[in-house]
Nanobody
Framework: QVQLVESGGGLVQAGDSLRLSCVAS????????MGWFRQAPGREREFVAA????????YYADSVKGRFTISRDNAKNTGSLQMNTLRPEDTAVYYC?????????????????WGQGTQVTVSS
């Protein structure tokens, strides 16, 4: 059974930082592309960032480029999302997800497995 478990969310002020983690089990982690998405109330799920199975390739949404950094530790079956200079518009539930390959990795439908999400709230 595949499980993705996110942690690290919380309530912070604008300009602060947070680091989200995603621990995976039940899958071949070092062959999986990992993605982070977010969903704010009343809005569709939005792509944030993705990292290839080796960690060599990364891809970011324009809205987070230069502020967020995605990484992974295959030895620990863990993916991370470092979020700096947070803004109120970053407020959302953040989800990690896994798939294989690299084509279309900004589309939610591309992903096979999802975590339960972790809330990030940024106050102004």
């Amino acid at each position: 059974q595949v499980q993705l478990v996110e942690s690290g969310g919380g309530l912070v002020q604008a300009g602060d930082s947070l680091r989200l983690s995603c621990v995976a089990s039940g899958l071949t982690f070092d062959r999986s592309t990992m993605g982070w998405f977010r969903q704010a109330p009343g809005r569709e799920r939005e792509f944030v960032a993705a990292i290839s199975s080796s960690g060599f390739l990364t891809y970011y949404a324009d809205s987070v480029k230069g502020r967020f950094t995605i990484s992974r530790d295959n030895a620990k079956n863990t993916g991370s999302l470092q979020m700096n200079t947070l803004r109120p518009e970053d407020t959302a539930v953040y989800y990690c997800a896994s798939t294989t390959g690299w084509t279309g990795i900004s589309h939610p439908n591309r992903y096979d497995y999802w975590g339960q999400g972790t809330q990030v709230t940024v106050s102004s």
